[in-house]
């Protein structure tokens, strides 16, 4: 082979080796100029980065190294199940990069991570435009560029898994195509595999996506369904299900027994009817292309769309009462629903999915290929506005994130722009006359002048344009001002677009334009979205790096737990230290985990378990022997300029001996001050009282009340304490109603407390500081504390209470507690018992867990709400306790025998005959099953928001 050949072989690849370097340009030229790593300090990470995903990399980078386990997990929540959060947040290959970052080092590393990634998308997708599209090597550059460079990547990129289901996706599309058209479905098999082993919660949403591209294809294409079409998409998606079993498997019994699901089909039914557009659309704006190149692909004369001339007019027709005042107050017709505007969205959205029914029923409405790349464009739109429908993309609910599906839409957007710049509709002129070369030269000087005006524009507005990084969602400001950019953009695109199409341009000038104006748009969009995290809150980092120092900087080989004096450190943090936590913050909190520590009195909100609040008593119990603070003590093992590790004496060991039976639940209808005296006397029976609560006022109080279950206190109460302590106490405040992952409630910031006149709090409880509040050690004295309401709200708990310091001390020093220590997520050791009982674990309970007590295998028991007991005989008993999570056998077994089918179809697939009713059959299944999904996706959560809001 000549080196001709070996350059013209190698200019097929082309796209693939320019687009990952433009990327990487526009990129590191960004970090360079605002000073983030690697060329500063500076980093990308902020709000889900910082509080999971650097985490739980460093978790991560332990459970390589053998300090920690995989299947359970003593740095978080107490001890817990982590297979589930690891194939949500770290199954990408590129998580294993951390092995070889410093621990300290991985807050500046997630930088390289979201590069890699993006370029890996940038490849992935050059080869889908190029093969599959058959644009030209420039325009393959552009669009591979958009895609990686897209509102998706740089406004999601905080969950940093999501990236790696951004490359996945082309090569799933890849996949289909080949289904569609040759009928082989490897590479369709193998890559949704790898998409549902990286993140199976987006996995969800991509199946949704491939029933509908499935659906919508085939029945464009009569042809392919005479051949086996159906039978290569049903064997390859249940041989995809098969060897993903152990991903999907396992994890869905972490996620029933999280605070995920329920209820979905209420918050759906309950749901406003647009979404938050301010929020979702800024997405879309990014990649101005896809709509530009909509535009153009409905107008052109080669679209075979019979209905575009009434399907997209009413499209638009129906938008217009949203966008108009006057129109859309024509439309009212009830006060019940007082935006009247928000009916012709409905009926839009009704229309689209008619239209694909009744084309998939009866086929007549003569849609070609690339005709229906538009029409799944606008499936994929329609739940950018509609919030119901976007709710049920999300599986019911979403805190945050509303468009986690959005990468898909955009591609599609992007494929539809392919269409139009293919090869066969791409137009070959040349500079011919001296007209084409002004014109050549008009654009490339109406490309300067946009780049200048989009920079400045940038740089002039740039708190307003970058609302979204510092809260998580857009405002009309940021709206309004990221429309102009995009309207900027659009227009740019619209002349070099109608220039090519008017052939006053030869195709290596619009390849160059394009390109230009591309990167001038992705730069723009990298200063909005990447570089102003760090740029408005340069602070952050410094605090950040400033916990990561504490990590190995105590030394003890005995079991300890480590827990945070405030907040102001992120959930997962202690954890990711190297140290056994009982916080924890990931979709997957076990939900019975949150309602347990509620009751303990440890603040919690959202999926997020804290480790601050709580009582001397339950730290105790939780084996907490150091805490990280702001403040030192004589106490520190530990300080520098920002915090110190200080050391407590007051703790038990892991596992506390119990002569006879421990109740398996808590009572109901106890207060919290009640729960710790309750879990005193069911440990330690015989014991004196360890908590004292006492009673307000009922002469200097009022506005509060008793009521059943708890109390009612009025918008102005004053409810007055006064009381002597007897001894020495640590006294707690208590106003708490019931578990809830509401992020707001409406008892926060309800109240205010003053301690013998001295203010304590002015707004309690609020959504980082939600447990018991801490009011300090008194030592025989009278106290006085006054309570002021400032709203109405009801309580199941509320009050003040004592808890006897001395009692505690003596209770810790005279018990003797097992020696048992957790190495790689086995607890093991030794426990001595007076007589036959139990001991009992402060390590949350889960149905997976085994033990072998002597040898023997035994299953641990649920005791006191949520905890876990090991039965024991009298004497000495050697303990070894490990967690098997459920479905992990079955899965695995699945998952051995879906890769056996896989070697098998590979190796022997093209010699099977398959005979016209199988391929029936499949067809039918799967025709049925991806309307049936369509119907439930897009029909239902209109239906429920219809009946819920009293429309017929």
Same mark, same amino acid.
């Given at each position: ?19 990952? +370097? ?128 897209? !509102? ?40 949704? &595999? ?105 107008? *052109? ?49 009704? +229309? ?202 105590? #030394? ?18 202690? !954890? ?39 009582? *001397? ?18 106490? *520190? ?121 001295? &203010? ?27 309570? #002021? ?68 295998? &035994? ?35 699945? *998952? ?57």
């Amino acid at each position: 082979m000549n080196i001709k050949s070996i350059g013209k072989k190698l200019s097929e690849y082309y796209p693939m080796i320019f687009a990952p +370097l433009m990327v990487a340009a526009l990129v590191l030229t960004t970090f360079y100029l605002c000073g983030q790593y690697p060329f500063g300090e500076g980093t990308i990470a902020w709000c889900d980065m910082n509080q999971q995903t650097v985490p739980l990399l460093m978790d991560l980078k332990d459970i390589m190294a053998g300090r920690d386990g995989l299947l359970f997990n003593m740095h978080n929540a107490g001890g817990m199940n982590f297979l589930g959060v690891f194939f949500f947040f770290l199954s990408s290959p590129f998580s294993l990069l951390v092995a070889f970052v410093k621990k300290q080092d991985v807050l500046l590393f997630v930088d390289i991570l979201f590069l890699l990634k993006l370029m890996l998308s940038s490849v992935t997708s050059a080869y889908y435009f190029q093969k599959y599209k058959k644009v030209s090597r420039g325009v393959c550059v552009s669009l591979a560029v958009m895609y990686a460079l897209s !509102g998706y990547g740089l406004m999601y990129y905080q969950n940093l898994m999501w990236l790696d289901i951004v490359y996945m996706f082309p090569l799933l599309v890849c996949g289909l195509e080949n289904i569609l058209k040759k009928q082989k479905n490897i590479l369709y098999t193998v890559s949704l &595999t790898l998409i549902v082993f990286m993140n199976f919660y987006i996995a969800v949403m991509v199946v949704i996506f491939i029933l509908i591209y499935y659906l919508v294809f085939i029945s464009s294409d009569k042809k392919s369904r005479s051949k086996n079409t159906a039978v290569s998409f049903f064997s390859g998606s249940l041989i995809a299900a098969l060897c993903s079993a152990v991903v999907w498997l396992t994890s869905f019994f972490g996620v029933s027994s999280s605070s995920r699901l329920g209820g979905s089909l209420d918050k759906i039914a309950e749901s406003g009817t647009l979404t938050s557009y301010n929020t979702m659309l800024p997405m879309l704006f990014c990649t101005a292309l896809i709509f530009v190149g909509v535009a153009f692909f409905i107008t *052109s004369k080669k679209n075979t769309m019979k209905l575009k001339d009434g399907f997209f007019v009413v499209l638009g027709v129906m938008l217009i009462p949203f966008l108009i005042d006057p129109i859309s107050k024509a439309w009212k017709l009830s006060e019940r629903f007082p935006n009247p505007a928000i009916y012709s969205l409905m009926i839009c959205s009704l +229309l689209i999915i008619g239209f694909v029914i009744f084309y998939v029923l009866f086929g007549k409405i003569g849609f070609d290929r690339k005709s229906s790349d538009l029409l799944i464009f606008a499936l994929m739109l329609v739940p950018f506005v509609i919030e119901p429908i976007n709710k049920m993309w999300h599986t019911g609910e979403y805190m945050s994130f509303p468009g986690r599906y959005g990468f898909m839409t955009i591609f599609c957007g992007l494929m539809c722009a392919a269409d139009l710049l293919s090869e066969n509709r791409a137009y070959h002129s040349r500079l011919k006359t001296p007209q084409h070369l002004g014109v050549a030269i008009g654009l490339f000087a109406l490309g300067g002048v946009y780049a200048f005006i989009a920079l400045k524009y940038t740089l002039d507005n740039f708190k307003t344009l970058t609302r979204y990084t510092a809260s998580l969602w857009g405002s009309k400001e940021s709206f309004a001002g990221i429309a102009v950019l995009f309207a900027l953009s659009v227009f740019v695109y619209a002349a070099l677009m109608l220039c090519y199409k008017k052939k006053y341009i030869a195709r290596s000038v619009f390849s160059l334009l394009l390109l230009m104006v591309c990167a001038t748009e992705c730069f723009v969009n990298l200063q909005i979205y990447a570089a102003s995290p760090y740029k408005n809150n340069k602070p952050r980092t410094d605090d950040y790096m400033a916990v990561t120092n504490l990590c190995n900087k105590i #030394e003890d080989d005995s079991f300890y737990r480590v827990r945070s004096s405030q907040s102001t450190i992120d959930y997962n943090m202690i !954890g990711a230290l190297g140290y056994n936590s009982i916080s924890h913050y990931t979709s997957l909190t076990d939900k019975n985990y949150m309602n347990t520590q509620n009751l303990l009195g440890y603040s919690s909100v959202w999926m997020k378990a804290g480790n601050h609040g709580g009582t *001397s008593f339950t730290d105790a119990l939780y084996s907490i022997k150091y805490t990280v603070s702001t403040k030192r003590s004589k106490e *520190s093992v530990y300080k520098d300029n920002k915090y110190a590790i200080n050391k407590t004496d007051l703790y038990f060991d892991l596992g506390i001996p119990v002569t006879g039976s421990v109740p398996e639940e808590l009572p109901e209808n106890l207060s919290r001050a009640q729960i710790q005296q309750y879990l005193y006397d069911s440990l330690f029976d015989g014991q004196k009282n360890l908590v004292s609560e006492y009673q307000y006022s009922n002469i200097r109080s009022k506005g509060i009340s008793r009521s059943k279950g708890g109390y009612k206190i009025n918008n102005g109460a004053s409810v007055y304490y006064s009381f002597y302590v007897s001894g020495t106490k640590s006294l707690y405040f208590d106003c708490f109603d019931g578990f809830s992952t509401a992020l707001n409630e409406d008892i926060y910031k309800s109240v205010s407390i003053k301690v013998n006149s001295v &203010t304590r709090r002015t707004e309690f409880p609020t959504q980082n500081e939600n447990g018991l509040l801490y009011l300090g050690d008194y030592t025989d004295r009278n106290v006085t504390v006054q309570i #002021e309401c400032s709203k109405d709200i009801t309580c199941s708990s509320f009050g003040i209470f004592g808890m006897d310091k001395l009692q505690l001390k003596k209770t810790v020093k005279e018990t003797k507690c097992a020696s048992l220590n957790a190495q790689r997520g086995v607890i093991q050791g030794s426990c001595k018992m007076d007589d036959d009982g139990c001991c009992v674990l402060f390590v949350p309970y889960n149905d997976g867990m085994y033990a072998r007590v002597n040898g023997a295998l &035994t299953r641990p028991k649920k005791v006191l709400g949520g905890f876990t007991a090991i039965e024991l005989k009298k004497g000495d008993n050697s303990i070894e306790m490990f967690t098997v999570p459920k479905g992990l056998v079955l899965g695995v077994i699945l *998952s051995c025998l879906g890769i056996i089918a896989l070697v098998i179809y590979i190796k022997f697939g093209k010699h099977l005959r398959i005979g016209k009713k199988l391929n029936s059959v499949c067809e039918f299944i799967v025709s049925f099953g991806s309307l049936a999904v369509l119907i439930v996706v897009y029909l239902l959560p209109l239906v429920l928001n219809f009946i819920h809001k009293g429309i017929g």
